[in-house]
């Protein structure tokens, strides 16, 4: 397989994948916000703070307020990481390799785009918002399910299964960060315990993880099980664990695969070795650090071994933040 081909498949997944991982945190806020009072909701600058893209906000608008966030995730072209952009990347991607994959898979990912872009108007509103995150993440289940159904699973498959779990444990790490950090366990008082579940179970809500947990875990949601479940669930498609035995079995099909297999076992020793549910705020925050470290450090060995090199004078044109 040419490796710019193999380049394309890999960033359209991560793309797809970020679209509808943004969908779902900007659609599980607006609820969350309805169920906790003023004075302790955390408002909207969490999601930002998820994406990593604080310094680009701060350029364009003055306050964390609804309507500006909402904006920048779902249709502010000038960040890669909203909706629009990320549909917009994974549609030129595909359109490069549609002799690769199944005809079908490039005129869904058409059709999601051209829905995301022509109604944003509607999605930046309250009244239209559900709808139009709900059919984005619907659109992005439609384009993976049709992948694994119908696109030959051979080495380009691998490279979308690589592209898919490595965004995913991206997010899922960084949606755990920033959430329970905003959690209310270290300021916990009798008044405030309900509260402190209907934030975990946001946390959960965010990755559609909250049926998973309760049929796999049968306890109610609390600080430990959740992040039990979250990184160590080997069954749960979501959690980091799960990802990263994803990552590695892909890996192990592709030639020239030892340096970024050793990259992927490092990964998993970590997850292996530590217990997050046992650690204070502070510690889990400098553990999952680690975790996105490691997590950077596997595209860069993905991208070293199996990419072709920017051309000279430019930089990767793909975006990882």
């Not at 997944?13 to 969908?23: G, L, W």
């Not at 899922?172 to 402190?196: H, K, M």
Request: net charge positive.
């Amino acid at each position: 397989m040419l490796s710019r081909v193999a380049e394309n498949i890999y960033w359209m997944a991560r793309y797809v994948e970020r679209a509808e991982n943004t969908a779902r945190i900007v659609a599980v806020n607006a609820n969350l916000l309805l169920d906790l009072p003023k004075g302790i909701a955390p408002g909207w600058r969490p999601l930002v703070d998820i994406t990593g893209a604080n310094a680009l906000f701060e350029e364009h608008f003055k306050e964390y307020g609804e309507r500006q966030v909402v904006r920048f995730l779902i249709g502010d072209e000038r960040n890669a990481g909203s909706i629009l952009s990320a549909l917009a990347a994974a549609r030129e991607n595909c359109r490069t390799i549609r002799d690769f994959i199944p005809r079908e898979s490039w005129e869904l990912l058409n059709e999601i785009y051209l829905f995301a872009r022509e109604d944003l108007a509607k999605g930046m509103t309250k009244g239209g918002r559900h709808a139009y995150l709900k059919r984005v993440i619907q659109g992005a289940h439609n384009m993976t399910g049709l992948l694994s159904g119908t696109m030959l699973h051979d080495q380009g498959y691998d490279f979308l299964r690589l592209g898919r779990f490595l965004e995913r444990a991206d997010m899922t790490t960084r949606i755990i960060d920033v959430r329970s950090a905003n959690l209310l366990s270290a300021r916990q008082t009798t008044e405030l315990s309900p509260f402190e579940t209907i934030q975990w179970v946001s946390v959960l809500k965010s990755m559609t993880a909250y049926q998973a947990y309760r049929r796999s875990e049968q306890v109610r949601v609390q600080r430990a099980p959740v992040l039990r479940f979250l990184f160590r669930n080997q069954v749960f498609p979501r959690s980091v664990g799960h990802c990263v035995e994803a990552l590695r079995v892909s890996l192990a099909k592709l030639p020239r695969h030892d340096s970024a297999l050793q990259v992927a076992g490092r990964l998993d020793e970590d997850l292996a070795s530590t217990a997050p549910w046992q650690l204070d705020q502070l510690q889990l925050h400098h553990f999952i650090d680690r975790l996105q470290v490691g997590i950077g450090d596997l595209h860069q060995a993905i991208a070293s071994t199996w990419f072709p090199p920017p051309l000279d004078g430019q930089t990767q044109s793909q975006s990882q933040g």
